[in-house]
């Protein structure tokens, strides 16, 4: 604490890391996910996530009138998040629109790093399945990368797949969504890097499994579990708890004010998916919960030791 404390203007607690610092660890943390979206959908993944981020740091770097595109590295994170949620081969201009729309509309319109209310990726992703939701559905098959349909959809047609192919990322669906395990993988740096707590995801997850066990079609136990768990691993859960919604940024500073932010992304996301009309509903949660932040935040600070009740 010796080396940590400075006695002057404020702030008083300092730390080594670096915005730059901690962007560069979550691009690796995204690594796993990256490759395994190369591996399974080949070079139009890897394209769509070069267009996204070059699209991005480009988009920023004009904004800010520097000539290092990568910057802090928040805007390469911001295109590779966004890549990830997009399907495999979406028209070249479509990624390109998206990396200037997170930039633009989703960051610096609200006044840079540190100051957006919303996830800037999810608000692309937003406006593009909104604007050309053709593109945005538009799903391959691993491998052979022929057209198909993703698990959700097939689920509610009685076509089950397997949780192998669901945790290694055999499936159908966005190019970083599909690998539980190399999501997983990720996210365990940025656990042991403590960038995110357990809080959130556990409660996103957790909600998303019970909700999936208890509404998600009665049986017997085992198979509740089965669908739970299904509801888990399929679709842009992992993602979406792990990445998104732990946005330092757009999420809750306080410990209870995370649980309460991770469950009802859950809540929402189940929501949409048993009664929507849409098969997934994690972006459409997460960005919810953000325009809810500040009011979680006002409702669960700490008590102030010794304050006096009005």
């Known amino acids: 604490m010796e080396t940590r404390l400075v006695v002057s203007s404020s702030p008083h607690l300092k730390t080594p890391e670096s915005i730059q610092s901690v962007m560069t660890d979550v691009l690796l943390a995204l690594f796993p996910a990256a490759i395994a979206g190369v591996v ?4 139009m993944g890897l394209l769509t996530m070069v267009l996204c981020m070059v699209s991005a740091m480009v988009t920023e770097a004009v904004i800010l009138r520097q000539k290092n595109i990568f910057g802090d590295g928040s805007a390469a994170v911001t295109g590779l998040l966004l890549a990830m949620t997009l399907p495999p081969a979406p028209p070249w201009w479509l990624t390109v629109i998206g990396g200037v729309v997170a930039i ?7 006044g840079g790093i540190g100051n957006n209310i919303f996830n800037p990726a999810l608000v692309a992703r937003a406006i593009l399945m909104v604007s050309w939701a053709g593109h ?16 959700l959809p097939l689920a509610a047609r009685g076509v089950s797949t397997s949780f192998l192919s669901l945790f290694i990322g055999t499936v159908p669906g966005c190019i970083g969504e599909t690998s539980a395990f190399a999501l997983l993988l990720g996210a365990a740096w940025l656990f042991y890097k403590g960038h995110i707590c357990w809080r959130i995801p556990g409660g996103y997850i957790g909600v998303v499994f019970l909700m999936g066990m208890f509404f998600g079609g009665m049986g017997s136990l085992a198979t509740m579990v089965s669908v739970g768990l299904f509801h888990v691993l399929a679709g842009g859960v992992m993602l979406g ?37 849409y ?15 500040p009011l979680i935040d006002r409702a669960t600070l700490p008590r102030k030791f010794g304050e006096v009740t009005k």
């Open 136 to 151: 945005m559905t538009g799903w391959l098959s691993p491998v052979d990368l022929v057209s198909t349909a993703t698990p």
């Open 279 to 293: 098969p997934e509903g994690v972006t459409f949660a997460i960005l919810l919960m953000n325009a809810v932040t």
């Open 104 to 110: 633009v509309i989703g960051k610096q319109v609200f």
């Open 241 to 277: 708890a792990l990445y998104m919604a732990t946005d330092w940024v757009s999420s809750p500073v306080t410990p209870r004010g995370k649980l309460i932010f991770g469950i009802g992304c859950g809540i929402i996301t189940m929501l949409v998916r048993l009664y929507g009309m």
């Open 40 to 43: 399974f959908f080949g070079w």
